[in-house]
């Protein structure tokens, strides 16, 4: 689902003539909504003015990822719209890492809902295989994610099931592993985690065990779709046993919906303690954890699923995953509810927060997650003063979105050309 967008109004588009759908035509898209397409010559706006509308825009592409904020910028200027009314739409996975530092929708066309491993940390907002699913997002017929479309609530509102899962590989492409996931997590330190529920959730998750209900409500179709014989999850180290929370939530939630799943929990277990993998980098997060766990031959001539909350790297699974074929599993399915995605290093604008609503206050509105588990804005002098200023969810997060303004971000640019030849 969009993150950064209120309202869709406009779309810039940059189709790489060598990728998926180079060739097609796009007028039904020009036609349900102003588009504004990124030529790298004047050749290939020939090229693409038969399968336009008329009075489609094009701006020429002087550099490609380098440029990509002062193109954003002229998309605007054309299409008299504001930043969090508009969503970039490419393929070329290769424009990822910039796009995930910009403020505005992300879309990649693609012959499958799959990102290489170096990319499912910079993942767009959708993940489209067709035309008619681009134009399902405009309509607003298609969702996002599964875990982020399911669980973004505000009161008794909510998507339902309208949402999908992707796929990424591990970082040794050669092992025989797919893994799922369902939505995407924004760390504390990410500036979208200030309006992202799932992020909220499994943070929170971390403390208890409040959330457990709704994370299987999204994983169990999922899960049923594997056809497995059993499930287990990233074992905690020995010290962690106690705070097994993967183990209470499959036991208490997964497993009482669906009692034929076998059981394999006790299958896989960590055999050593090891360093925090958050404190160590890529490599090293292989070595951690290596020959630190154990499968007994239970799971011999099983499928399991192996149950994470968020992939990384995917050092802690992929060793899990090992562990349970060389006891003789004959297939590892590997199931995230998330995606941990990068935090840019740099950006090329700052967020400021949104100010408390009441007189006199200068408490800010932050996330908050009620006791019923839905979310509103609510005051960060409430725990001082006991100050019960805030917004709706949506409210406050539109509200955010709305300092996404060409004026707020781009104005040290220099002006450019009108580049609309």
Same mark, same amino acid.
């Given at each position: ?10 779309? /810039?588009?940059?189709?790489? =003539? ?15 909504? !102003?588009?504004?397409? $990124? ?5 290939? =706006? ?10 489609? =825009? ?12 002062? %193109? $954003?910028?002229?998309? @605007?200027? /054309?299409? *008299? ?8 739409? +490419?393929?070329?996975? +290769? ?19 799959? /990102? !290489? ?5 910079? #993942? ?14 405009? #309509? &607003? ?25 992707? &796929? %990424? ?27 992202? &529920? ?21 994983? $169990? ?10 499930? +287990?999850? @990233? ?24 009692? #034929? ?7 896989? $277990?960590? %055999? ?6 958050? &404190?160590? *980098? ?6 951690? @954890? ?8 239970? @799971? ?17 699974? %992929?060793?899990?995953?090992? +562990? ?5 599993? #004959? ?52 725990? =001082? ?21 060409? *004026? ?14």
């Amino acid at each position: 689902m969009f993150i950064e967008t209120n309202e869709l109004k406009g779309i /810039l588009i940059y189709i790489n =003539k060598q990728n998926f759908m180079a060739d097609h035509d796009w007028k039904r898209l020009c036609e349900l909504i !102003p588009c504004v397409f $990124i030529v790298d010559t004047p050749e290939r =706006k020939v090229e693409l003015k038969s399968k336009v509308a008329d009075g489609t =825009k094009f701006i020429l592409n002087h550099s490609p990822l380098f440029g990509l904020p002062q %193109t $954003i910028q002229e998309a @605007v200027d /054309l299409l *008299g719209i504001e930043l969090f009314e508009l969503a970039y739409i +490419t393929n070329d996975m +290769t424009f990822l890492p910039q796009l995930h530092s910009e403020p505005i929708g992300s879309i990649l066309l693609s012959q499958g809902r799959r /990102l !290489p491993y170096h990319y499912h940390g910079f #993942t767009p907002d959708f993940i489209l295989c067709s035309l008619d699913e681009l134009i399902d997002v405009i #309509t &607003q017929k298609y969702k996002g994610y599964l875990a982020e479309v399911y669980l973004t609530k505000d009161g008794s509102y909510h998507h339902g099931y309208q949402g999908y899962v992707f &796929q %990424t590989s591990l970082k040794d492409s050669t092992l025989p592993y797919s893994v799922t996931i369902c939505g995407r997590y924004f760390d504390p330190s990410h500036y979208k985690f200030n309006s992202h &529920q799932l992020s909220h959730r499994i943070k929170r998750s971390k403390l208890d065990g409040t959330q457990n209900a709704l994370f299987s409500e999204v994983l $169990i179709p999922v899960i049923d779709s594997f056809n497995a014989d059993g499930i +287990t999850r @990233v074992p905690p180290r020995p010290s962690k046993v106690s705070a097994d929370r993967l183990k209470t939530l499959i036991q208490e939630n997964i497993l009482r919906s669906r009692p #034929t799943l076998n059981d394999y929990l006790d299958a896989l $277990i960590c %055999t050593r303690e090891y360093r925090e993998q958050k &404190q160590l *980098g890529s490599d090293a997060r292989f070595a951690n @954890v290596k020959d630190a766990f154990y499968s007994s031959n239970l @799971v011999s001539g099983k499928h399991i699923i192996l149950l994470d909350d968020v992939f990384t790297t995917g050092a802690t699974v %992929t060793e899990c995953a090992e +562990t349970l074929r060389k006891a003789g599993a #004959t297939k590892v399915s590997i199931l995230a509810i998330a995606s941990h995605q990068f935090t840019p290093k740099s950006f090329v604008f700052s967020r400021s927060t949104l100010s408390c609503p009441v007189d006199r206050c200068d408490g800010h509105l932050r996330l908050t997650l009620k006791r019923n588990n839905d979310f509103f804005y609510g005051c960060s002098n409430f725990s =001082k003063n006991n100050c019960k200023g805030g917004t709706n969810y949506f409210e406050g997060w539109h509200s955010i979105n709305k300092q996404n303004m060409i *004026g707020n971000y781009y104005s040290d640019f220099d002006d450019f050309d009108d580049l609309d030849f």
